[in-house]
């Protein structure tokens, strides 16, 4: 009878080892995952996230319009994820805001990719290598005032 008991506490004893040894191993892949992405990808990350900046910088808003909310997403703890932009308010309808960006960016170099109908309108996709830029109109509300989006992001998958 003791001997049963000892043979069981034993056994749940090796069990309990096992259950310890595989959440170190799990959190120590886990580390590694995440500060060697830091470590291998936050040079190449910092580097397209001025890249994104710099094309941001380029593209000059139509007359008459204002900046209403900048972002940058940008994070050296996830370098894979860079993405910047503003919200605009303009006088513009968002036709014409099309039109302006279609002009301006294709003489910056930027092509268009895909272009989608939503419930507020046309989103518009461009690319420029590895770069996309999103033009989104806005919704006219008291809670989200501004005319459009323009967003700028590093896809390497999405834009070739």
């Known amino acids: 009878m003791e001997l049963d008991t000892l043979d069981r506490l034993s056994d749940e004893n090796r069990k309990s080892q096992r259950v310890r040894r595989y959440r170190a191993v799990g959190f ?3 580390l590694v995952v995440f500060v060697g992405d830091r470590i291998i990808n936050g040079k190449r990350g910092e580097e397209q996230h001025q890249k ?9 808003p139509p007359s008459e319009t204002s900046v209403f909310a900048e972002y940058d997403g940008y994070s050296p703890w996830n370098p894979g994820k860079v993405a910047c932009g503003a919200k605009y308010k303009s006088r513009h309808s968002f036709a ?12 910056l170099g930027w092509r268009i990719a895909d272009n989608h109908v939503t419930a507020s309108g046309t989103v518009t996709t ?13 919704v006219q ?3 989200r005032p501004w005319t459009y989006a323009l967003d700028l992001a590093w896809r390497p998958n999405n834009c070739k």
């Open 52 to 60: 994104v900046l710099q094309q941001l910088k380029l593209i000059a």
């Open 141 to 143: 509300d008291t809670r």
């Open 126 to 138: 461009y690319c420029k290598g590895d770069l996309a830029a999103t033009l989104a109109p806005g």
């Open 96 to 107: 014409e805001i099309g039109s302006y960006y279609n002009q301006e960016l294709t003489s």
């Open 28 to 30: 120590a892949l886990l």
